[in-house]
């Protein structure tokens, strides 16, 4: 196992300051929702770990995600027993713990991947539920680290989490790959489930075409079997369909449609079809929930650059917090869901160089909260 670059950052800022790389903010989740992010960050590594290359390391100075898996599953330890410690103890001092050291001593490279996924989602089960159980009286309570960094309980929560969240971030091409690959592999049973246009998501068309003009060129983000695209078109808009999933791009054109693979963080956006001439719109629908959290800021700033002045975004994406994972209807396969609350994401678009006009709720089919925003470009 080569050496990888020990990390010796102070990482406490980001009790005051989001993280920059993954997105997190620490003030945002509900202190007594701990337990249940906790839980839901644990659900992304057994899919990783199941992979054939979980442990071969994208370069020679970057954690497999097997190492990475390894790593979490300390974390989850470690601060089960500094929990456990500020919960019983006034100010403890706690034991420092060199992760980089326990990585090689312990030879993460060679660990069994069923097993460590097992072992992470039980460690991450019992400090899941220590915050669970937190008294309304001890979030409070203090503790120090060796290098003299003082935390509360509630405080050393949310640090907790950043760790989580920034390393799921650090394997996130692994997760997209395997949303993607769970899409490929059942893209005929997805078109079929989803080719009612509903009542919400008519409206949601409706709204779209008002706004950006009958004859418009859009770019569709995540057209899967290309419902939304033929409904508008259907209207007089002039769409290019695109998508992350050779499934779905091959099952277009199958049908004779136009359809490119197309990964809006990577790949170019330039239209084909009007080489130099920015889209009029962007419709991206339920497919932008798949993105990291820390990548949907340059997403959504590459999108607008695509787009003319004036020009017209529909988003529509889970709301929540954290990310999750599903096997729900037709994709029985899992696949990652990032959520976004309607200050979080109104924040990120309105960054990237959009403003939003319109913002509005709505309720799927399993009882989840979608949020939809309009906005044009600045």
């Known amino acids: 196992m080569s050496a990888i670059e020990p990390d010796t950052k102070d990482w406490t800022w980001v009790l005051q300051h989001p993280c920059p790389e993954c997105g997190y903010v620490a003030e945002d989740p509900d202190r007594t929702a701990l337990g249940d992010l906790v839980r839901g960050n644990a659900a992304l590594w057994p899919v990783l770990l199941a992979a054939p290359d979980a442990a071969a390391r994208p370069g020679p100075d970057v954690w497999s995600v097997l190492e990475y898996a390894c790593h979490v599953r300390d974390v989850q330890r470690v601060f089960s027993e500094r929990l456990a410690l500020m919960l019983d103890q006034d100010d403890p001092l706690f034991a420092n713990w060199d992760q980089d050291e326990t990585a090689v001593a312990e030879r993460y490279d060679l660990q069994a991947p069923a097993v460590v ?48 969240v920034h390393h ?43 706004a950006v003009g009958t004859g418009a060129r859009v770019l569709a983000i995540g057209s899967g079997p290309g419902r939304d695209a033929a409904a508008l078109e259907a209207v007089g808009l002039s769409v290019r369909r695109t998508d992350v999933s050779t499934g779905f791009v091959e099952l277009l054109r199958a049908e004779g449609h136009e359809a490119d693979v197309l990964d809006p963080l990577t790949d170019g956006l330039d239209d084909p079809l009007r080489p130099g001439t920015p889209y009029d719109g962007v419709w991206a629908s339920a497919s932008l929930l798949h993105v990291a959290r820390g990548d949907l800021p340059l997403v959504l700033r590459r ?26 209807g037709s994709v029985t396969a899992p696949r990652r869901f990032t959520y976004w609350s309607e200050n979080g994401l109104m924040a990120v678009v309105e960054a990237a160089g959009w403003h939003v ?21 600045r």
């Open 303 to 328: 999108l607008a650059e695509a787009t003319r002045d004036g020009g017209v975004l529909h988003l529509a994406v889970k709301e929540g917090t954290g990310e999750g994972w599903s096997t729900h």
């Open 168 to 210: 799921a971030h650090d394997v996130r091409d692994a997760a997209a790959r395997a949303t993607r690959e769970a899409y490929d592999a059942h893209a005929a049973a997805y078109g079929a489930a989803t080719a009612h246009l509903d009542d919400a998501v008519a409206h949601l068309r409706e709204r779209f075409v008002a």
């Open 117 to 164: 996924a097992d072992e992470l989602v039980a460690a991450a089960e019992t400090v899941a539920a220590q915050y669970d159980a937190v008294p309304a009286d001890a979030w409070t309570r203090s503790g120090r680290r060796s290098n003299g960094a003082v935390f509360t309980v509630e405080t050393l929560g949310r640090y907790h989490l950043h760790d989580l």
């Open 357 to 377: 006009e319109q913002r509005g709720y709505g309720t799927g089919s399993r009882g989840e909260r979608w949020l939809d925003l309009l906005a044009r470009r």
